[in-house]
């Protein structure tokens, strides 16, 4: 119950694509979903985050979807660029509680 | 710098010998959290701290290892009898106890343990 599922594995996306990262949660008493982004050798960089009072979030190219229903939330890069090559990470906490991650998608981009 | 600053970054030891991280946080924030991060998976909570009160350990913190956060400031994680399976990233981030408030990360100790 404590788990958060993320899909896919790994992406391979050309230079101005979409790249969508999915995660899926089973603890309806998470409040807090934050996506991390990580580059080899750093600690991961909060990117976005969002509560389950708001369906939507938009920052700058990053948006996070939220489906409370289905306990489900995504992240939508627009125009992504081969800087944004990393792994990124959904999370999930209880209020000021610790994260649960998920396993990571390892996204490139491809000029 | 005023981030999360961990050291050493780097620590390769043998198998049996006893290791000590340190972490830095950031010095307004009074929750300090140690994850571990092996290849290909997301952080694994092991500990956090709010000042230096140990709230809650993860099962996976085996009796080998220790975390400590004297004054509520430094912290540090010791590792004894390393075996091979510790090998891994050890992470440490901070923040403010607030909800949806956001964790700073250090760029983490990786240990090799051979």
């Known amino acids: 119950q404590q788990q958060v599922k993320q899909s896919p594995q790994s992406l391979i996306v050309q230079k101005g694509g979409i790249s969508i990262i999915n995660c899926a949660y089973e603890n309806t008493a998470f409040d807090y979903f934050p996506w991390y982004q990580q580059f080899p050798g750093k600690g991961p960089a909060l990117l976005i985050a969002i509560r389950p009072d708001v369906s939507e979030k938009k920052e700058g190219r990053f948006t996070i979807s939220f489906n409370k229903s289905a306990k489900q939330f995504s992240l939508h890069i627009m125009d992504s660029q081969p800087g944004d090559s990393a792994t990124y990470f959904c999370?999930?906490?209880?209020?000021?509680?610790?994260?649960?991650f998920g396993t990571g998608t390892r996204l490139q981009v491809f000029p | 710098d005023t981030g999360v600053s961990q050291n050493p970054r780097h620590k390769i030891t043998k198998r049996g010998q006893n290791v000590t991280f340190r972490c830095d946080p950031i010095s307004e924030h009074n929750r300090l959290y140690w994850y571990r991060q092996t290849l290909g998976q997301g952080p694994e909570f092991l500990t956090y701290?709010?000042?230096?009160?140990?709230?809650?350990k993860s099962r996976l913190l085996s009796d080998r290892f220790s975390a400590e956060r004297p004054k509520g400031s430094f912290s540090t994680l010791e590792i004894q009898r390393t075996e091979q399976g510790d090998s891994a990233m050890y992470l440490c981030a901070s923040s403010f106890p607030r909800v949806g408030t956001e964790a700073f990360f250090g760029q983490g100790t990786r240990l090799t343990v051979v």
């Open positions: 999370a999930a906490s209880l209020s000021t509680d610790k994260l649960i």
């Open positions: 701290f709010q000042n230096e009160a140990q709230l809650e």
